[in-house]
């Protein structure tokens, strides 16, 4: 079986190979930028004639967290529409029968229903400090949608709740919250500090899962005969932006005073995902909240010492 993982030197990416090779039974296939410019129409769609793969898993994108989202909206809109149209069309002219595409659960609307499901997508506004890269996966899961409609294709989606774990981004200002705050508590705790100061009022809520409990989520539905076009992908708990620098910062070992910046934005006030279509297919999250920062903190510690650190 020869699978094809966009964006396999990301965080989710790379999760998704130590998935396939711990499975086995796979041909991995990938390229860098370098080897294929997912930008580039005409060059993804002779690389997927080329190998034909036989599953496309979409897990490229470009990413970051309110801070980019807010500063580079043309660009999020912009890569993320072609990397979804050219890895879909392009799969779909090789002749290939199964794409998985992987979304973000920010797709869902700002005041949508508390746990999110499938079926409120696109009934009201949208969060509109991440619209332009929730509208591009909603495209590429549209896409999906009305290409298996259409063609008879097995094109599926996930859309994932905040993701982390190894191999995440740590740049101070485009990086997810987990990351971000790893990084804060880690260097205020070397330098001494006794204080930290977290964006916004700290109240929103969020979920996070673990990028190797998705990886293996992901290859449980394309193992699925007849998954559902798109399935919520997430632990079904969530815990306060302030809770959760606590968290980080127990982790972490930083003993100093947690305060907020409510100038700051503080995005969707909370985004909980209904995880019960994801359950009765057979599939439950299994690795802790705890058990997961504290194994991201020691990547973390492990890059920095190695210089492979993304900050």
Not at 53 to 67: C, E, L, N, Y
Not at 83 to 110: D, H, M
């Amino acid at each position: 079986m020869k699978i094809f993982i966009a964006g396999h030197r990301g965080m989710v990416g790379s999760a998704l190979v130590r998935e396939a090779e711990k499975r086995g039974g796979f041909e991995v296939l990938t390229a860098t930028r370098d080897e294929l410019n997912l930008l580039d129409q005409s060059a993804c769609h002779q690389w997927l004639a080329e190998n034909k793969p036989d599953q496309v898993v979409i897990a490229a994108a470009k990413v970051g967290g309110i801070h980019a989202n807010s500063t580079y909206p043309a660009e999020f809109i912009y890569e993320n529409l072609v990397i979804a149209t050219n890895l879909i069309e392009g799969s779909r002219q090789a002749g290939i029968e199964r794409v998985l595409f992987l979304g973000s659960s920010c797709i869902y609307p700002k005041m949508a229903p508390q746990p999110m499901p499938e079926d409120c997508l696109l009934t009201s506004p949208l969060e509109v400090t991440n619209e332009a890269y929730a509208v591009a996966k909603i495209a590429g899961l549209k896409m999906c949608q009305h290409y298996r409609a259409q063609y008879g294709l097995m094109y599926h989606s996930a859309m994932p709740t905040n993701l982390y774990g190894p191999g995440d981004n740590y740049h101070p200002e485009n990086s997810h919250v987990i990351p971000a705050l790893i990084r804060r508590f880690h260097e205020a705790k070397e330098r001494g500090d006794k204080e930290v100061q977290i964006w916004g009022s700290g109240t929103p809520r969020r979920e996070f899962l673990h990028v190797d409990d998705l990886a293996e989520a992901c290859f449980h539905l394309l193992d699925h005969a007849d998954p559902p076009d798109w399935v919520n992908l997430g632990v079904g708990e969530d815990v306060t932006i302030l809770g959760l620098a606590q968290l980080v910062a127990k982790t972490v070992g930083f003993e100093g005073e947690i305060t907020t910046d409510p100038s700051k934005p503080d995005g969707t006030p909370r985004k909980l995902l209904d995880v019960s279509s994801l359950n009765e297919t057979g599939w439950k999250a299994k690795i802790s909240f705890a058990d997961g920062l504290a194994g991201a903190y020691q990547d973390f510690l492990a890059t920095l010492d190695s210089g492979t650190a993304r900050l």
